[in-house]
């Protein structure tokens, strides 16, 4: 059963303009979501993350918006550039207790052309 | 660079032999993180340490087992190796066992088994 779940496994956008992510969960406890971006050979590096108390967290290009109602996350990196171009996965964690662990989702491939 | 170190990076191996795969957390971290990435399953979670102490368990195998020693590093010890096991193995650290904080992944470990 996948709790993250990111429907898009690619996505190809042109540079200078707004790329998307999306990213939908279905536990209702997860209460902090993460995106993080990877590279070939290299481990996930933490991007931007926002806690369920808030629906926007902005830094600097990049911008995650939540909407709990929906149970739906977006990632918006305006301007896009050639640079962003990696596998970018969603992460949620939550659920009280002890249970901090990051569920992820599969990843979406993000391809930004000059 | 994550501060988080992971050796060795590629390891190649036999059906039915055990390896032992190490990781540093980033300096001041107390909580280390486990997970696994295999083609078709995206990353999932397998255990977490705080300060030593197992804090969590995810879908780990009974031949798979982990600690976590006095100076924080961790181990991920791997047995009675199938193919299956061929995977990017991860470990990540935060500063503390809370949600609400990043994880900071290493660069991962390789396994081939044959």
């Known amino acids: 059963d996948q709790q993250v779940k990111q429907n898009s496994p690619s996505l190809s956008v042109q540079e200078g303009r707004i790329s998307i992510l999306n990213c939908d969960y279905t536990?209702?406890?997860?209460?902090?979501f993460l995106w993080y971006k990877k590279y070939p050979a290299e481990g996930p590096t933490f991007l931007i993350s926002i806690s369920s108390i808030k629906d926007k967290n902005e830094d600097g290009r990049f911008t995650v918006f939540l909407n709990k109602s929906a149970k739906h996350l977006s990632l918006h990196i305006v301007p896009s550039q050639p640079g962003d171009s990696a596998v970018y996965f969603c992460?949620?964690?939550?659920?009280?207790?002890?249970?901090?662990?990051?569920?992820f989702g599969k990843g979406t491939l993000l391809t930004v052309n000059p | 660079d994550s501060g988080v170190t992971q050796t060795p990076k590629h390891l190649i191996t036999a059906t039915g032999q055990r390896v032992t795969l190490r990781c540093s957390p980033r300096s001041g971290d107390l909580s280390v993180y486990w997970y696994q990435q295999s083609l078709d399953q995206g990353l999932q979670f397998l255990i977490q340490?705080?300060?030593?102490?197992?804090?969590a368990k995810g879908n780990i195998l009974e031949r798979f087992s982990a600690q976590q020693f006095p100076d924080l590093h961790s181990e991920l010890n791997l047995s009675s190796l199938e193919l299956g096991d061929s995977a990017l193995y991860f470990c990540a650290s935060s500063v503390d066992a809370g949600g609400y904080n990043e994880q900071f992944f290493g660069p991962g470990t390789r396994l081939t088994v044959l």
């Open positions: 536990n209702s406890m997860f209460d902090y």
């Open positions: 992460a949620a964690s939550g659920g009280g207790g002890s249970n901090y662990k990051l569920t």
């Open positions: 340490y705080y300060n030593g102490e197992e804090r």
